[in-house]
């Protein structure tokens, strides 16, 4: 089982809808969570940190649930410009690989 | 405010050849990474430095050097290209030494080897 873990998509959604996506993560030392956006060719920049107890950026919202090992990222209102990869983030202070990106999931957001 | 800058952004190299990415912050950042991004694969990290001084391998460092001499520079060298090595290449940087604090990419470096 890979590490990170993310569905790739691509989810296409018409504007205004509200969309999720998970991540699932198997070292269970995993110690913080980011979600970055990736546009096309472009680097990816943070998104927003993950919480334990979940947090909210205007539309967006993380979620962490340990016990099941994931985290979630939802978009409400989605708008055209939401339109990227959005790559899930575990560091954990051990191993040759402190960062682990996931492989990302494509989101297009239809007019 | 520069951030971090990596140079070239495109770069042609045939099989054999080496190289040297650039990659510089003027945030006064400890923790610098070397990232490749290919298809399907995600970001992959090939090397990372704590510090001036200090670097260790990540994910994929085969056929890659790193060094460290200031906090600013965080060169990446392929010693002899490979068409394997054909990618997008990111550096990226944070603040301290915690991997707590969010990661600031460069604009990428693409690398074609023929």
């Known amino acids: ?111 | 405010n520069a951030g971090v800058t990596q140079t070239p952004k495109f770069q042609v190299l045939k099989t054999g050849q080496s190289m040297t990415l650039q990659c510089a912050q003027d945030m006064n950042h400890e923790y610098m990474s070397w990232y490749r991004q290919d298809p399907g694969m995600g970001l992959r990290l090939i090397h990372y430095s704590v510090g001036a001084g200090i670097t260790d391998q990540g994910e994929v460092p085969n056929g890659y050097n790193v060094s460290r001499s200031t906090t600013e520079d965080f060169p990446l060298r392929l010693l002899s290209a490979a068409p394997s090595q054909t990618s997008v290449y990111f550096c990226a940087s944070s603040r301290t030494g915690s991997l707590n604090q969010p990661q600031h990419f460069g604009d990428g470096t693409r690398l074609s080897i023929l």
């Open chain 1, 1 to 111: 089982r890979k590490e990170v873990e993310q569905d790739p998509g691509p989810f296409n959604v018409p504007e205004g809808a509200t969309v999720a996506f998970n991540c699932t993560y198997s070292n269970s030392a995993s110690q913080s969570f980011f979600w970055y956006r990736q546009d096309c060719r472009k680097e990816p920049k943070l998104l927003m940190s993950v919480y334990s107890s979940g947090n909210e950026d205007g539309r967006f919202t993380a979620q962490l649930n340990r016990a099941s090992q994931y985290i979630s990222l939802l978009i409400r209102d989605s708008k055209l410009s939401d339109s990227a990869t959005y790559l899930c983030v575990v560091i954990r202070n051990s191993g040759n690989t402190p960062l682990v990106f996931g492989k990302g999931t494509r989101l297009s957001v239809i007019a």
